[in-house]
């Protein structure tokens, strides 16, 4: 099993500046990449951005493209996300996933084996 905790939500003005943070624990050698999404009320969970464990590589949601950046630090096994020009549509709460499967879409939650309690990210206009 692998363990998931993220933190560093929390309440910011159209276009401030917010960084996840997402520590892992457990069997954590087994999984492949480690993804984001963030959920709205009443809507589904939607994808943000996923990082390959071994070779780095990224992939973004088409709406946080040049404003989110994702990264991962290997002596803390935790990945970040940095969240720059936040809108109020980024309002969410913000689910850090990790998965073992090598050639899965990185876009659907259906891909991800782990997934964390979620923190709240609150843009305010």
């Known amino acids: 099993q692998v363990q998931l905790v993220e933190s560093g939500g929390g309440l910011v003005q159209a276009g401030g500046s917010l960084r996840l943070s997402c520590a892992a624990s457990g069997r954590t050698f087994s999984t492949y990449a480690r993804g984001w999404f963030g959920q709205a009320p009443g809507k589904e969970r939607g994808f943000v951005a996923q990082?390959?464990?071994?070779?780095?590589?990224?992939y973004y949601g088409d709406s946080v493209k040049g404003r989110f950046s994702i990264s991962r630090d290997y002596t803390k096994n935790t990945v970040y996300l940095q969240m720059n020009s936040l809108e109020p549509e980024d309002t969410a709460v913000y689910y850090c996933?990790?998965?073992?499967?090598?050639?899965?879409?990185?876009?659907?939650?259906?891909?991800?084996?782990?997934w964390g309690q979620g923190t709240q990210v609150t843009v305010s206009s």
């Open positions: 990082v390959t464990w071994s070779g780095g590589n990224t």
């Open positions: 996933a990790a998965t073992r499967m090598v050639s899965a879409p990185p876009s659907l939650p259906g891909t991800y084996d782990y």
